[in-house]
């Protein structure tokens, strides 16, 4: 099993930014691949970035490209999303979630991929 917990969230003016942690336990946590979705309210949750388990591979959604930064310190257990430039629109519940792969270099872009996911915390954006 693995629990995850996220932080960081807040609210912020537009042009501003936050950085997301998520603090994972679990034996298996440095085993897994990491991702971080939003779901704004009335829309489904859609994914924002991905880490692979040795953390050499990253994937973004397009709309964050350029703007947000995944990293992970797999010593500390954590995953951070690193959020510049924000804007009204990033405004959502984020989560990470956590998936155990079969390769170092596996990722995953689809939420149903995943296994585990935190509770999400709260991002609002102000324009």
């Known amino acids: 099993q693995v629990q995850l917990v996220e932080s960081g969230g807040g609210l912020v003016q537009a042009g501003g930014s936050l950085r997301l942690s998520c603090a994972g336990s679990?034996?298996?946590?440095?085993?897994?691949?990491m991702g971080w979705f939003r779901q704004a309210p009335g829309k489904e949750r859609d994914f924002v970035a991905a880490?692979?388990?040795?953390?050499?591979?990253?994937s973004y959604a397009d709309s964050v490209k350029g703007r947000f930064t995944v990293s992970r310190d797999s010593a500390k257990n954590a995953v951070y999303l690193q959020m510049n430039s924000l804007k009204p629109e990033d405004t959502a519940v984020y989560y990470c979630?956590?998936?155990?792969?079969?390769?170092?270099?596996?990722?995953?872009?689809?939420?149903?991929?995943?296994?585990?996911w935190g509770q999400g915390t709260q991002v609002t954006v102000s324009s």
């Open positions: 979630a956590a998936v155990s792969p079969p390769y170092d270099s596996s990722l995953y872009v689809r939420s149903n991929d995943y296994q585990y």
């Open positions: 679990g034996r298996t946590f440095s085993n897994c691949a």
């Open positions: 880490i692979s388990r040795g953390g050499r591979r990253t």
